[in-house]
């Protein structure tokens, strides 16, 4: 697969992480067939962004989408997702998610049980490409090919509750909606990548603030408790 003939796009609120920018400009240098990395900043819904930047790539000569958070930082060799030729892949990011107990990929099945997607129950024993018939990725870094988008119109949606709340997120929804139309979603376990998780800087300050408090108070007491009692003058 010719570097050329992928498109690689970033959609953002005006932040990117300074990671995943030194992480794409290093992939561009490495490959110099690569066109200009497209960073679209949007502060209306994240479907509104995403759908923009598959209108840019449609109306683009290239073959393969490449969507990329912009807290996400891919592996070095993140470009090979497109040289499987399948139709939706994408690279594992770790998250903390409240289900699990450790950071857990972003790869989901089908439940209807459960009532919804759910975490892929054997995430950690799975390596290179897989698949599965009722798949789902998320999309902070997937490769999606032009077919797929040429078809499934359009490609990022929230479904809601009738209180209006969120109940599937535009991810969900694009890997749902592929399946329906006969396309295969799949995660490449042998390219993942991590996100950046970002504090903010008030939280630091308030942790050291009670971390320099906490010290003082043990050091305190250590003092007391070696504290020799003959060097204390009481009047007789």
């Excluded at 972003?106 to 897989?130: C, K, M, R, W």
């Excluded at 709340?165 to 929804?173: A, F, M, Q, W």
């Excluded at 408790?225 to 007789?236: F, G, I, Q, R």
Aim: net charge negative.
């Amino acid at each position: 697969m010719k570097a050329s003939r992928i498109l690689v796009t970033v959609p953002t609120r005006g932040h990117p992480c300074v990671w995943t920018v030194n992480s794409l400009q290093r992939l561009r240098s490495q490959n110099p067939g690569l066109p200009e990395i497209v960073y679209f900043e949007s502060h209306l819904s994240v479907c509104h962004g995403r759908n923009a930047i598959v209108k840019t790539f449609l109306e683009s000569k290239a073959d393969f989408l490449f969507m990329l958070d912009d807290d996400v930082v891919p592996c070095e060799d993140i470009l090979g997702m497109a040289t499987h030729g399948v139709d939706v892949v994408a690279s594992p990011v770790y998250i903390n998610r409240t289900e699990a107990n450790v950071p857990f990929p972003n790869v989901f099945i089908y439940d209807e049980p459960a009532g919804g997607h759910v975490p892929y129950p054997e995430t950690f024993s799975q390596t290179g490409l897989v698949t599965h018939p009722l798949l789902a990725v998320g999309t902070g870094c997937i490769c999606i090919a032009r077919h797929v988008l040429e078809t499934v119109r359009p490609a990022f949606e929230h479904t809601w509750t009738e209180d209006g709340l969120i109940k599937e997120t535009e991810d969900l929804v694009f890997c749902r909606k592929a399946r329906m139309a006969g396309y295969q979603v799949h995660a490449d376990y042998s390219r993942p990548s991590e996100q950046m998780v970002v504090v903010a800087i008030r939280r630091l300050q308030e942790r050291n603030a009670q971390a320099m408090l906490e010290a003082q108070r043990r050091n305190e007491q250590a003092r007391r408790a070696t504290e020799d009692p003959s060097h204390l003058w009481m009047p007789a």
